[in-house]
């Protein structure tokens, strides 16, 4: 019989690793279930269970200490090997995100990979970037489908070329970027190649949700009376507005036109397969649809949109450095 599995990971706070003074506010609320009597809002946890069938027990969840890189990326591989057909598996992470330069093994700089940053990140070993994701999740079964929710900065263009975007608009209270700047010695690296992303290849049955543009930095806010990445808030109140078929690329959509209008210049993106986009979301809703947050008082500010699939893949010679 047909799973669905869910791992749900947010980092506020960050032990051991390369991150100070740098913490962050709306990662955990991404992922737990946050209604109340203030905010009213349910997120990734609740809307996955009340509205498309997931059980309880079969939603796994890593916070802060416990969110480290390589806890994070072993139960990845460890759902990639246990997958079946039909089976469907939703990665949720709302963290810090960065970029790192790769080369090939003759020294040749290709470009920049985006990091996403567990609560032990260190330059010295960046593991959970789109490469290596990739790598684990490339040979996904036939009609099981995974997904990925990513609400960090530079997270867009894991699998696709460079396209222009802009910056956010941080003059709101408690608009922060969801962004880790890299040393003086890694920046530097960057040298003669700018912070162009690597190519790549999404892996079959792979869909993959960005909050922003590779160029881009992704809000972490304080939204109707709660802290938020600013993607995350606004594709689940999507889900709820939606219709039960509405698609993957349907929501993304309606999440960049929600996004504009509370005044967020970031620019959700979807990697993936342009037919798999086209499917039902998560399988179309199953239950009851939560109940819609009231809209922000945030003023609409332009922004510009873009959408787009990769083809290309790295070399299998890249490396860190």
């Known amino acids: 019989m047909a799973r669905k599995l869910a791992l749900l990971v947010g980092v506020n706070q960050h032990f051991g690793g390369d991150i100070r003074d740098n913490d962050l506010k709306g990662c955990?609320?991404?992922?737990?279930?946050?209604?109340?009597?203030?905010?009213?809002?349910?997120?990734a946890r609740d809307v996955l269970v009340r509205t498309y069938g997931f059980k309880d027990e079969d939603i796994r969840m890593l916070t802060d200490g416990r969110a480290k890189k390589y806890e994070i990326?072993?139960?990845?591989?460890?759902?990639?090997?246990?997958?079946?057909?039909?089976?469907?598996?939703?990665?949720e992470m709302s963290s810090h995100g960065t970029r790192?330069?790769?080369?090939?093994?003759?020294?040749?700089?290709?470009?920049?990979l985006d990091c996403l940053c567990a609560?032990?990140?260190?330059?010295?070993?960046?593991?959970?970037?789109?490469?290596?994701?990739?790598?684990?999740?490339?040979?996904?079964?036939?009609?099981?489908?995974?997904?990925?929710?990513?609400?960090?900065?530079?997270?867009?263009?894991?699998?696709?070329?460079?396209?222009?975007?802009?910056?956010?608009?941080?003059?709101?209270?408690?608009?922060?970027?969801?962004?880790?700047?890299?040393?003086?010695?890694?920046?530097?690296?960057f040298r003669g190649v700018g912070q162009v992303p690597a190519p790549g290849q999404t892996p079959k049955h792979v869909l993959l949700y960005?909050?922003?543009?590779?160029?881009?930095?992704?809000?972490?806010?304080?939204?109707?009376?709660?802290?938020h990445g600013a993607f995350t808030y606004h594709l689940w109140q999507v889900v709820g507005e939606s219709k039960p078929d509405a698609s993957y690329e349907d929501i993304r959509r309606a999440s960049m036109k929600a996004l504009q209008a509370d005044g967020f210049a970031q620019n959700p993106g979807?990697?993936?397969?342009p037919a798999e986009a086209a499917?039902?979301?998560?399988?179309?809703?199953?239950?009851?649809v939560p109940p819609t947050p009231p809209p922000s008082a945030n003023k609409p500010k332009p922004s510009g949109f873009f959408t787009g699939y990769g083809v290309g893949e790295l070399p299998e010679s890249a490396g860190f450095i």
Do not use: M
């Not at 979807?270 to 397969?273: M, N, Q, T």
């Open 210 to 227: 960005s909050a922003c543009d590779f160029n881009e930095t992704a809000a972490d806010a304080f939204i109707n009376g709660g802290f």
């Open 28 to 43: 955990i609320p991404d992922v737990i279930q946050t209604r109340n009597n203030v905010t009213g809002i349910t997120l």
């Open 119 to 189: 609560t032990d990140f260190t330059w010295d070993d960046p593991v959970l970037i789109g490469r290596e994701i990739g790598k684990v999740f490339g040979h996904v079964p036939a009609t099981a489908q995974v997904v990925f929710i990513l609400d960090a900065c530079h997270s867009g263009k894991q699998f696709r070329d460079l396209n222009p975007g802009v910056r956010l608009d941080t003059t709101a209270p408690y608009r922060k970027d969801r962004f880790v700047a890299p040393p003086v010695d890694v920046a530097h690296r």
């Open 73 to 91: 990326f072993n139960r990845l591989k460890e759902y990639a090997a246990e997958l079946e057909p039909g089976d469907l598996f939703v990665f």
């Open 279 to 288: 499917l039902p979301f998560l399988g179309g809703a199953r239950g009851v």
């Open 100 to 112: 790192y330069p790769i080369r090939l093994k003759d020294g040749t700089l290709t470009g920049a």
């Open 270 to 273: 979807l990697e993936g397969d």
